[in-house]
């Protein structure tokens, strides 16, 4: 482990089109202690001759699977070939501003080693540039138990948005290869949670592209998904299992309220009603909602 090392860790699969903007803003950032690991996860296009055309700079890697193995073992392939103290997790299609890693290890170094991660705000872009979302991403809590029950109510985090120190990850585990459904980071930010503080800077440092033929994903299946996995920790991690009827409380209010946004009205109702009847936390979500419009007004 070198340190200072930022390890940058982004899987490419078939990521031609977008490589240009992820790896120069790598290279624009302040900070330039980074290595950049690529790994081509069996691509079809000219992703490889793409990567190579900016391998002059020696920071720059390219690793290749033998077969398509999906993001989680593609990423836990980068990490394990990372020489650096800190590990950043960047998809292919996103970009960081150029302050983002500078403020994060500033941020590391005045933290002690019970802090696992740091992590930021982000915008959210549609591929033509205009913004759909200045998303500011929820506070952690003080503590490593108060901060646990949080994350399992919540995700707080957005990958593009976080560093960490590469012992948590030799501590607790990369990513979970059986995760095929989109929440292999929430399952690795939870196993961080158990044993580490998280720390947050208030700024948006990152941008996240939606394709817009894939923004319409299958939301329900998610929620359904994220509340069996928090579940699960529940119990892996022996907490009151009363948790479990706030976390299906939160999910199904908030599943409610895009619902009602996509003129679901129906189906918007039916899953606020729910909320409101399994947990107090139901009316919490609408409390939430309520005061959020009359700062609108």
Same mark, same amino acid.
């Given at each position: 482990?070198?340190?200072?090392?930022?390890?940058?860790?982004?899987?490419?699969?078939?990521?031609?089109?977008?490589?240009?903007?992820?790896?120069?803003?790598?290279?624009?950032?302040?900070?330039?202690?980074?290595?950049?690991?690529?790994?081509?996860?069996?691509?079809?296009?000219? @992703?490889?001759?793409?990567?190579?055309? $900016?391998?002059?700079?020696?920071?720059?890697?390219?690793?290749?699977?033998?077969?398509?193995?999906?993001?989680?073992?593609?990423?836990?392939?980068?990490?394990?070939?990372?020489?650096?103290?800190?590990?950043?997790?960047?998809?292919?299609?996103?970009?960081?501003?150029?302050?983002?890693?500078?403020?994060?290890?500033?941020?590391?170094?005045?933290?002690?080693?019970?802090?696992?991660?740091?992590?930021?705000?982000?915008?959210?872009?549609?591929?033509?540039?205009?913004?759909?979302?200045?998303?500011?991403?929820?506070?952690?809590?003080?503590?490593?138990?108060?901060?646990?029950?949080?994350?399992?109510?919540?995700?707080?985090? @957005?990958?593009?948005?976080?560093?960490?120190?590469?012992?948590?990850?030799?501590?607790?585990?990369?990513?979970?290869?059986?995760?095929?459904?989109?929440?292999?980071?929430?399952?690795?930010?939870?196993?961080?949670?158990?044993?580490?503080?998280?720390?947050?800077?208030?700024?948006?440092?990152?941008?996240?592209?939606?394709?817009?033929?894939?923004?319409?994903?299958?939301?329900?299946?998610?929620?359904?998904?994220?509340?069996?996995?928090?579940?699960?920790?529940?119990?892996?991690?022996?907490?009151?299992?009363?948790?479990?009827?706030?976390?299906?409380?939160?999910?199904? $209010?908030?599943?409610?309220?895009?619902?009602?946004?996509?003129?679901?009205?129906?189906?918007?109702?039916?899953?606020?009603?729910? @909320?409101?009847?399994?947990?107090?936390?139901?009316?919490?979500?609408?409390?939430?909602?309520?005061?959020?419009?009359?700062?609108?007004?």
């Amino acid at each position: 482990m070198i340190k200072g090392l930022v390890s940058v860790i982004t899987p490419v699969y078939n990521g031609a089109e977008f490589l240009d903007r992820s790896i120069k803003s790598v290279l624009a950032q302040n900070y330039t202690n980074w290595e950049l690991i690529l790994i081509d996860d069996k691509s079809k296009d000219n @992703s490889i001759q793409k990567i190579q055309s $900016y391998a002059v700079d020696d920071r720059i890697k390219l690793l290749k699977n033998e077969s398509n193995s999906g993001i989680s073992a593609t990423r836990n392939k980068g990490i394990e070939e990372a020489e650096g103290e800190y590990i950043a997790l960047l998809d292919q299609d996103d970009e960081w501003f150029p302050e983002k890693l500078e403020r994060q290890v500033e941020q590391f170094k005045k933290l002690d080693q019970s802090y696992g991660l740091v992590y930021s705000n982000l915008e959210v872009r549609f591929e033509n540039g205009s913004v759909v979302d200045q998303k500011k991403e929820i506070a952690p809590a003080p503590d490593i138990q108060k901060n646990l029950e949080l994350m399992l109510l919540t995700n707080l985090i @957005s990958s593009p948005t976080v560093l960490i120190r590469k012992t948590v990850l030799d501590d607790v585990g990369t990513f979970d290869p059986a995760i095929l459904w989109g929440g292999d980071d929430y399952d690795l930010w939870i196993r961080i949670a158990q044993s580490y503080k998280f720390s947050y800077i208030d700024k948006v440092l990152c941008i996240r592209y939606e394709h817009q033929k894939n923004y319409s994903a299958d939301k329900k299946r998610m929620m359904f998904k994220t509340i069996e996995l928090a579940e699960k920790y529940v119990h892996e991690f022996g907490l009151d299992p009363e948790i479990n009827k706030r976390i299906k409380a939160k999910h199904f $209010y908030r599943f409610g309220i895009e619902s009602l946004k996509k003129r679901s009205i129906l189906s918007g109702l039916i899953y606020i009603c729910k @909320s409101l009847s399994i947990s107090k936390q139901g009316f919490i979500e609408l409390g939430k909602t309520i005061r959020n419009r009359f700062r609108l007004l």
